[in-house]
Nanobody, 120 residues
Framework: QVQLVESGGGLVQAGGSLRLSCAAS????????MGWGRQAPGKPRELVAI???????NYADSVKGRFTISRDNAKITVYLQMNSLKPEDTAVYYC??????????????WGQGTQVTVSS
């Protein structure tokens, strides 16, 4: 199993910034992609940013130019720097990874989520 622990959410005014962190632990053999998704009330979960083990990144159109994803492979940690935040960015943000473990093979894992609220 893989445990993902997120931190860094909170309340911020529009135009402000937040940095989310997510640390992975467990019987991990290898980590493939890591990323962040979010889910606003009444809406489906959407993937907003991903980063491969090689460092390639991809972003949802709604966050391009404002959010930056990065990872520290040694710490098995992924970060999401969020700038120029808008009220529509308000959501629960979930960390995601595709990882191979000793006993469970390769699977997708999600964290518990951290609330981000942007006030207007």
């Amino acid at each position: 199993q893989v445990q993902l622990v997120e931190s860094g959410g909170g309340l911020v005014q529009a135009g402000g910034s937040l940095r989310l962190s997510c640390a992975a632990s467990g019987n991990i053999v290898s980590i493939n992609g890591m990323g962040w998704g979010r889910q606003a009330p009444g809406k489906p979960r959407e993937l907003v940013a991903i980063i491969t083990s090689g460092g390639s990144t991809n972003y949802a159109d709604s966050v391009k130019g404002r959010f930056t994803i990065s990872r520290d492979n040694a710490k098995i940690t992924v970060y999401l720097q969020m700038n120029s935040l808008k009220p529509e960015d308000t959501a629960v943000y979930y960390c995601h990874t595709n990882a191979r473990t000793i006993f469970s093979g390769t699977k997708d894992y999600w964290g518990q989520g951290t609330q981000v609220t942007v006030s207007s």
